[in-house]
């Protein structure tokens, strides 16, 4: 089935000069492993710049947005808004699940995992962006997608350290200091996803994945404080 690439140009409001560039971003390694005779190349080395363009985007908007916060709480704000809950929620808004090429087995996951290729894609189409419409643009484009977003998380209170937050619900409400262990890590060395539990005493009661030990430290607090019911 033939991709209607300009139908996505236009809900992400970018249209690229190189066509082939925008197509990797959207091409996941395991298509390239079923489809071999493609001239296609996977899209991490993009994804592996995007994340660099991100980040550093998000941290200077967080650096002028906020001039009397430490860097700790920006670094803080910086991980909730480019970790891989908030970017796979960001592509699925611009419909980016529509148009991943990915192997027959991948594209049957729907769960956590496709949520994971979600955020991973959208950092390439960032890096795909970046080298065809330039710093500028790309800037716009993420002031568009992100910032927003990120007012909206501020709105909210939901820009908060949830490992602390979980620590203190747990010892609240249980009177122990919750625990994390490293479950496992994959892919190469540049482009490592990280899956720890979070327990408390033997107690499972999440898990969380990221780009980071720490990303994933956070992720799994989050979902624990969701499973125990201690959002409120």
């Known amino acids: 089935m033939e991709i209607n690439w300009s139908k996505f140009e236009e809900k ?15 091409t996941h390694r395991s298509y390239i492993n079923e489809n071999k005779n493609t001239k ?28 009397a916060k430490p860097e700790g709480e920006l670094t803080t704000y910086r991980s909730a808004l480019v970790n ?15 148009f991943l090429l990915l192997s027959k087995g991948e594209s049957k996951d729907t769960g956590r995992a496709r949520q994971f290729i979600l955020a991973n894609t959208f950092e390439a189409f960032v890096g795909a962006a970046y080298l065809d419409q330039g710093y500028d643009a790309v800037r716009k484009f993420i002031e568009k997608r992100i910032f927003i977003f990120a007012d909206k998380m501020i709105a909210q209170g939901n820009l908060t350290d949830t490992k ?26 540049h482009d490592k996803s990280f899956t720890v ?15 980071s030990k720490q990303e994933a430290e956070q992720n ?3 979902r624990a404080l969701t499973a125990k019911g201690w959002t409120e």
């Open 84 to 98: 891989s809950i908030t970017l796979s929620e960001v592509a699925s808004s611009l419909d980016m699940n529509d």
């Open 164 to 189: 602390s937050l979980f620590q203190e619900k747990a010892q609240e409400k249980t009177g122990v200091t919750p625990s994390y262990k490293l479950i496992k890590d994959s892919g190469p060395d």
């Open 12 to 26: 992400a409001g970018v249209t690229f000069k190189d066509k082939a560039l925008l197509k990797q971003a959207f």
């Open 197 to 211: 539990g979070v327990y408390i005493n033997r107690e499972q009661v999440a898990t969380g994945e990221g780009k």
């Open 220 to 222: 799994a607090a989050l």
């Open 40 to 67: 296609l190349e996977h899209n991490e080395r993009l994804e592996f710049l995007g994340d660099a363009v991100l980040e550093l985007v998000v941290t200077d908007f967080l650096y002028k947005k906020y001039p």
